[in-house]
């Protein structure tokens, strides 16, 4: 029988859980104030704004589904300016948890969305603060499909983007934007190829570790990625492969064509 695919995204949207941020701080009060803090909330609405929620848009194959994990203890004007956005796309739905256990916050996130008949899920992760391009939806269906002949139809494998643009801040308040060519699976679009029933999702390791657990394909023939690298990342962001081998006139070019984004409207941002 040929396998009949489910293709679901997940980003969380300050989420709230003793289990996650729990390295920072000592308490969900803290934890809490830290996330909803005006400024972050700007930070983070601006770069959804820009940059996230646009790419999930401007997918040449709009035939999957997004789900926008936020808390509960959200702030209600904050909440409702979420839903908002969210509310006219007939793709993209917002769920709000309460504070449980971190990964079976996403578990539910994943599970939450019918499978239609399918046989596979084909599972993304993505950031809210960074940027998938254009075609990454098809291509990775078609990569999906092409892997499971070459796996077979009951062995998980992941699939990882690594090729793509970093937005930074350059310490001179202002920002710059290069080219990277990663060496290890980034979090920004990384995939988890699995029978209907396979229990995990591609959160359930340390992105850059899942070629440890699972059978990974690198994927570099496109820039898939654009990451913003602002102060107020949860993680260490670090670039661990080549990076800086384009002018800036390459640059802008390839933006546009994958992101539909100007050098300089990225930098504005």
């Known amino acids: 029988m040929e396998p009949r695919t489910r293709m679901i995204g997940l980003l969380r949207f300050s989420v709230l859980t003793p289990t996650y941020y729990s390295e920072r701080f000592a308490t969900l009060e803290e934890t809490a104030a830290h ?16 940059l996230c929620l646009p790419s999930l848009i401007r997918q040449s194959d709009p035939d999957f589904q997004a789900v926008v994990l936020t808390a509960e203890a959200m702030p209600e004007h904050w909440l409702g300016r979420l839903l908002d956005l969210i509310e006219p796309l007939p793709n993209v739905h917002c769920i709000a948890v309460g ?13 939450a969305v019918p499978l239609d008949g399918a046989t596979h899920r084909i599972l993304f992760r993505l950031d809210d603060d960074d940027a998938l391009d254009g075609d990454f939806v098809a291509r990775t269906k078609r990569l999906a499909k092409g892997l499971m002949q070459l796996h077979g139809p009951d062995t998980p494998f992941a699939i990882a ?9 350059d310490g001179q308040g202002g920002t710059e934007v290069f080219d990277a060519c990663e060496r290890a699976p980034l979090s920004t679009g990384t995939t988890l ?23 990974t394909w690198s994927d570099i023939t496109t820039p898939a990625f654009l990451r913003s690298i602002h102060g107020d990342n949860k993680s260490k962001p670090s670039q661990q492969g080549l990076t800086h081998r384009m002018k800036d006139g390459a640059i802008d070019a390839a933006l546009r064509r994958h992101f539909g984004l100007s050098l300089a409207g990225v930098k504005g941002i």
């Open 35 to 50: 996330l909803f803090s005006p400024d972050r909330m700007a930070l983070r609405f601006r770069l959804f704004e820009k």
């Open 99 to 111: 504070t449980g256990v971190h990964y079976r916050l996403l578990q539910r996130g994943y599970d």
């Open 161 to 169: 983007h690594n090729r793509g643009f970093y937005l930074r801040r």
């Open 193 to 215: 190829v699995a029978p209907v029933g396979y229990p995990h999702n591609p959160y359930r390791f340390n992105h850059r570790r899942m070629a440890q657990h699972f059978n």
